[in-house]
């Protein structure tokens, strides 16, 4: 269909016509050959590269398709990459999750697991436990009163140095990995007319919600996303909390407890003028005091509070930072390597009770064999991290995830 003279050369570009069924030029563009196993799935790719066209784009397709090509499954491109070993499980996951970042943070950290170093680490750790099973093992051939007592405490301060250790560090990092990919919501409750509103705009940099000193301005949840430090945010005003006989004002007032029932983080306000504002009446993770502007400077305020002006500004960088604190923001510096899934989170835990369970096993020749056992069921599932195993049910779940294409 594209009338070439000469053979392709490999991963060179050429410009081509591309013919229909009738010979008759239907478009022009560029052609790649990949031959296998250097491309994105190992297999021997081609790629046509056409105008935008959207007509002559979906000829081309028909025309491809006539002579047998067939459009992929989701993720099927990946998931051959994995078949063929171009790629680890762990990897392909980083794909979407590069393709899904919200945050530019998050795109970067999704692209030090899509170049392998999350699944170096792990199978790092993975080779450590072959050698710490391979002891295990050996001893198994010797009666008891041979092995001596020292080996045993070795044998634990290699499990917890080189396995419990580093496990542990990075079990830790998976609150705010997972929060970088997910996004967290961020929920403004307080009394009326506190400036709750102003600050989702000013927070967003949008003009999102409508501000007025008329208190119950506010009667519906609004979201607003947004990012903090790289974290996505979903951010949500609410309706003022106070009694109400007007009953789309006391639906707003529901819906406000609901969604601070299941935010992540409440930031409750008070009004600095209005001293029947300072009780917040809810159970919050940050207290902020808005409207300082308005108060002289020596005014005592319950110590709880955050003091900002959402109009002038005041406060507001602090207040960022307070609350990126809150959602366990490390410094871009030392932000190493994060658990960002919670598929690898839970594989972990897996492994570290097996660990633990094989640690309490070690002693006589039998329970030391099933020391063993649970030893090589930890480096299982770590294995499953990267797709090692019997992962077939893995696989069709994590590339239902891919878009088509992928
Ligand atoms: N002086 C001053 N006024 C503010 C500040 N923040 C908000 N306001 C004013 O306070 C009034 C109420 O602000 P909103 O943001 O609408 O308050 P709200 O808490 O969303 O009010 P409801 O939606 O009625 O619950 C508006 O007139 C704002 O301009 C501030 O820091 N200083
Ligand atoms: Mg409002």
New binding site residues.
Partial sequence: MCGLREPLKARHARYASFLDANGEPLDSGLLLYFPAPASYTGDDVVELQAHGSPVLLRALLERVMGLGARPALPGEFTRRAVENGKMNLEQAEAVVACIDAATLRAARQAQRHLQGEFGKKISGLMDVLTGLVAHVEACLDFPEEDIPGLFFDQLRTRLADELLQPIDALLATSDFGERLFQGVTVAIV??????????LNLLSGRDR??????????RDVLEVDFELHGIPVRLI?T??LRESADNIEQEGIKRARAAAGTADLVIA?ADASNPETWDPGVEADCYVM?????VNSNVDFPAMYHL?????GDGIDILIDSLAFRLGDIPAAEEGLLITSSRHRQQIVLARNHLLNGAELLGDSVSMDMAAMEWRRAWSSMGEILGLGDVEHILDRVFSEFCIGK
């Fill in positions: 307080g009394a009326p007319n506190v400036g709750k509103s102003t600050l919600a409508i501000i007025s000193p008329q208190p119950g301005t506010t005003d309706a003022g306000m808005n409207k300082i502007d308005l900002i002006s959402a109009h002038a």
